[in-house]
């Protein structure tokens, strides 16, 4: 089964980036689509950014559309999330997820990402 570990979350200033990676390990041969949702406090997890690994092709959420960049490393098994013009409103658990050809889901254990104002 797909594991997944996220890093590079952290406290950061209104306005500063951050890039987030989520490193795929075991039946990666498997994997269609990668991707990030975050949960805020007190709010139900939300989509973010989705990648497909046939062709790179990528869907963000309008929150975040401009600001964020999903990218890939096949080599690495590594996705990336470059956040840009953080605010207030982007704290929260960002959850990386990976999607199988046969329709299983895996989640990682999360990394918070605070701004503070």
């Known amino acids: 089964q797909v594991q997944l570990v996220e890093s590079g979350g952290g406290l950061v200033q209104d306005g500063g980036s951050l890039r987030l990676s989520c490193a795929a390990s075991r039946g990666t041969f498997s994997i269609i689509y990668m991707g990030w949702y975050r949960q805020a406090p007190g709010k139900e997890r939300e989509f973010v950014a989705t990648i497909r690994r046939s062709d790179g092709s990528t869907n963000y959420a309008d929150s975040v559309k401009g600001r964020f960049t999903i990218s890939r490393d096949d080599a690495k098994n590594t996705v990336y999330l470059q956040m840009n013009s953080l605010n207030t409103e982007d704290t929260a658990i960002y959850f990386c997820?990976?999607?199988?050809?046969?329709?299983?889901?895996?989640w990682g254990q999360g990394t918070q990402v605070t701004v503070a104002s």
């Open positions: 997820n990976a999607r199988t050809s046969i329709g299983i889901t895996t």
